[in-house]
């Protein structure tokens, strides 16, 4: 049981968000195959069939929190930067995609839970047979060519450019992580940004 949540606090129609908070703190911690559905549904004062009744089974869990994750990211973007967020091209100009990146940092970093969740599981997700290793390829595969359709406009070598961004980012995440917060990501974010897409003098 989470601590300060005492047993029929959590009114039915909030059992899902329930849920996903705790399965959020333990894939967090322990990774996916660290506990078992038992102790998940223990925690939020369910049955295992309580809990089926939201989730049908545990990877369908894990990949909803990832799916969540990745679709709040994109519409706190959206709400931050306009429409235009996501998309590149010489109109959206280059202060605007170091803003765009900037943006996610600032966002990630406030859901440290969250950040962890994704860190943790991506890293064990290198192994063919996790659940999330699907997901995780198809993922990082639309992620830098999203990236290199933005950045296009900017750079000689796009691919290349999107992959160092996304490399980069999940690197400071992890290492951010590892420290215990140790160092400003944001500010880390957006100097790695800026030698990757540097901008003209007259931006700068």
């Known amino acids: 049981m ?7 606090t959590v009114p039915p129609e909030n059992r899902r968000e329930q849920i996903l908070e705790e399965a959020t703190r333990l894939f967090g911690e322990r990774g996916y195959y660290g506990f ?8 939020c004062q369910l049955s295992n069939p309580g809990l089926f ?55 990630n970093s406030a859901r440290p839970e969250l950040m962890r969740l994704f860190t943790v599981i991506q890293a064990e997700a290198l192994n063919d047979a996790h659940p999330a290793h699907d997901y ?19 750079v000689s070598d796009a691919g290349s450019a999107a992959l160092h961004l996304v490399v980069t980012f999940d690197g ?10 140790a160092f400003d990501f944001v500010a880390e974010v957006e100097r790695a940004v800026a030698r990757i897409l540097p901008l003209p003098l007259s931006e700068a």
């Open 2 to 8: 989470s601590k300060g949540r005492k047993p029929g």
């Open 53 to 107: 009744h939201h989730f049908a089974s545990k990877e369908a869990l894990l990949l909803t929190l990832l799916e969540d994750r990745d679709r709040a990211t994109r519409d706190a973007l959206a709400a931050q930067l306009g429409a235009n967020a996501g998309k590149g091209g010489a109109g959206i100009g280059l202060e605007r995609a170091h803003a765009m990146f900037g943006a996610s940092a600032r966002w």
């Open 136 to 154: 995780f390829l198809a993922r990082q595969s639309a992620v830098i060519k999203s990236y290199a359709e933005f950045i296009s406009p900017f």
């Open 172 to 181: 400071l995440q992890r290492e951010w992580l590892r420290s215990a917060q």
């Open 36 to 43: 078992g559905i038992r102790e998940l549904a223990e925690r």
